[in-house]
């Protein structure tokens, strides 16, 4: 795999590995696609999204907490 941009991978510091299990898949698909960036919306736990988002420039993230 390749390396993640690097704002991935300070989102990642300090996450716990149910979080990183979550959000992972979605970054990965980013990185794949390398058109968008990802969007992480909720409160965190089992009410918290992510998704690719192409309002989002790769390799950056937008957080939203409702």
Not at 6 to 23: I, P, Q, S
Not at 35 to 64: C, M
């Amino acid at each position: 795999m390749d390396k993640l941009p690097a704002e991935y991978e300070h989102y990642l510091v300090g996450k716990d590995e149910l979080h990183v299990e979550t959000v992972m898949p979605i970054f990965k698909e980013s990185m794949a696609e390398g058109k968008y960036g990802v969007h992480i919306r909720g409160l965190g736990g089992h009410s918290e999204q992510a998704f690719v988002d192409e309002n989002v420039p790769f390799g950056k993230i937008k957080i939203t907490v409702p």
